[in-house]
């Protein structure tokens, strides 16, 4: 074989040239022989191998899979070729054959790293973390000087969750090849999973200092200014990453997130449609879509959407944001297993930590989850011994926002001779009278905006919080890595999210017994803390002014009976939209006025109206106006309408306190629920329906009644001044207790369990 092997040695001369065409040539005849050489087979292989990467869907992989089996048949015991062939099955999509082979090579070649790193990228696929990790371990101490299995380690250490030591190990791979531009990459990856976004965005750069052709690295760069709220810059980047990869479908899902927070919310639904005519089971980018197609009321095809992505999750087969099925019929039990499945692919319960194999995601390190059980509750009155309650309240919205309208006055309302306050503000920078009354109402205010959401957690825990409560949830701009790292003992959600986290690292959700009654624990995995009134923090009530302008100025009727409903476009439906239209061709002269969202929801809404035989014209947009002036033009509606499944929750506030009564449906969800328990707060308990039907003919009458409404609306104005849902210091003095009680507990070494205000401990 003497002439075979000076053949072989001239193919792979002209391998090493790129000519690898010429050498399968070269090669093919010694194949076709009687008795072929196991080695011109495996390089024939190797060939086919490389002739597949230069032309994708070629055919080549198949070929090289034949000419590796032929060679291990002629020579079992090549580990080289089990290996090769192990390669050519993982191309293929064949994890668990790629696996079988490597180890054959390991069995022949104990010492082979590249086999012991190959076997851990199938394990790692195959959700076998600590396997994976162990075969990642063997093979860099056979090889620590090999770049390569250093950032293999790492991308293994970021899929089981633990995104530092993944770090550490890109760390290792830079420190060995300072121009490896993937282990730049896939560090910046791992860094925005910590929510250190700045340090990502400088990773990303370094990528693309060595391949400003990198599309991924494009696309990480893009998503780290995302979440740095350089929107503008970000929508450069991922558009630069959609050009240069059309085929990167998170690229897409990227581009559409920063376009809907650009408020281009048409453009980002054709992001979204790209991503998934790319990748169609990328679940999380489906779920945006629907939420986007929710924000422009484009309700086509949404009904059978829903069900689908539902259907998905509630067979474990997709990860979709939390807050996408809040607003739609999805079951509590449903939007439980949603936020539980959104959780376990984020964030570790346990020591280890988590991540999403993209990047697309801002995930954050994991930390130990606190157990549950009921028991009895320990009575505490005052703070914890040697020092008041350290209460750390988390939020990217100490500013001008909705949640600081509600919330303000109870931060300047807690009684700090017992509670010392620390506001973690991770959110955009701000210079308005909002923030600086919320940097006057802590104890310490800490911008942690510019950290990591580990560090974040280490600070807190540093200063010694005892109950970290979370008012973001699953909202735009929340952290719950920070949770995930347990910035203390005890951790709640609160106010901000209206639902269940899933995540066994927060041990509270304070709610009412209207949001979350008893009956409805089941779909929480939280352990929730009632206060005896309803749970909406509320600024005391004053007065509102009298609007300045009148309802002609603002487009309304002058006689006509006026239907409001200020909340979000997304939480607008077919179903409801379809009631209001049935109240405006049966109450004439009508209006619906809608607060004004973006173009495309008012575009969609009026064709909606004409479609139903509703002159679009009825349809009335408010502009976007300040906190003053929106509050005084309530006083211009008749009756605000709440929309079914996520319901109006501020918005309803707001409407209360201007005197203005609101309708709505007593729904199974919290979401559905919130303004029930604010209405009955206010003492409207008829206001409140139990069903559609029911909600639709209260509507109808209230409308043609106008002594019944006169006399509702009277008795709300007597009202305002002492209801409950505004009276800030009976508020706070419950929540303190139900806070009391969870420090109380856990200073007694006992578990979370349901807390009740009105009863002083355990539910």
Sequence with gaps: MAGAERTAERALALCRQGRFAEAKAMLEPLARVDRPDARVLALLGAICLQLGDIAAGSGQLAAALAFYERSIAVRPDHFQAHYNRGVVLYQSGQGAAAAASYEKALALAPDLAAAHSALGVVQSDAGADDAALRSHDRAVALAPSNP?????????????????????AFDAAIALAPGFGAAWANRGVALHQLGRFGDALA?????????????????NRGLALHDLHRDGEALVALERATMLAPALANAWANLGATLNRLKRHEEALAAYDRALAVDADLAEARGDRLHTAMLLCDWRGLDDEIARIGAAVDAGAAVVHPFTLLPTAAPASLQKRCAERYVAAHWSIGPAHSATADGSASATPGGAASATADGAATAMVGGAAGHRIRLG??????????????????????????FELHAFSFGPSADDPMRARAIAAFDRFHEVGAIGDGEIAALARSVAIDIAIDLKGFTQDARPGIFAARAAPVQASYLGYPGTMGAGFIDYLIADEVVVPAAARADHTEQVAWVPRCYQANAAWHPVA????????????DDGFVFCSFNN?????????????????RVPGSALWLIEANAGAIGNLRREAA??????????????????????????????VDTLHYGAHTTASDALRAGLPVLTRLGPTFASRVAASLV????????????????????????????????????????????????????????????????????????????????????
């Design 148 to 168: 390569e299995l250093h950032n293999n380690r790492g991308l293994a250490l970021d899929r089981a969750h633990r995104h530092d030591d993944a770090v550490r």
């Design 393 to 418: 309240y988390f939020s990217a919205d100490f500013h001008q926002h909705a949640t600081m309208d509600l919330i303000a006055e109870l931060f300047e309302r807690h009684d700090r001779a017992r």
């Design 680 to 763: 009955r707060s206010v003492g409207l308990d008829e206001l409140v329906t139990a069903s559609v039907a029911a909600y639709e003919a209260t509507a109808l009458a209230l409308a043609t009644d106008p002594a019944r409404l006169q006399s509702i609306r009277n008795r709300l104005a007597a009202t305002l001044p002492t209801a409950a849902l505004f009276d800030v210091n009976g508020f706070a003095r419950d929540l303190e207790q139900l806070y009391a009680a969870m420090h109380a507990r856990r200073r007694a070494g006992l578990p979370p369990v349901h807390l009740d205000a009105t009863r002083g401990g355990a539910a």
């Design 546 to 557: 009298p609007p300045r302008l009148g309802r002609h100025d603002v487009g309304l009727p």
């Design 203 to 219: 990773s990303a750069d370094a990528a693309l200092a060595i391949d400003p052709g990198d599309a991924e690295a494009w696309s």
């Design 569 to 585: 476009s997304y939480k607008i439906d077919a179903d409801v939209f379809a009631v209001w239209m049935r109240l405006l061709q």
């Design 611 to 640: 479609d139903r035989g509703v002159a679009a014209e009825r349809i009335v947009f408010a502009p976007r106006t300040n906190r003053a002036d929106h509050l005084s033009r309530h006083r211009l509606a008749d009756l605000f």
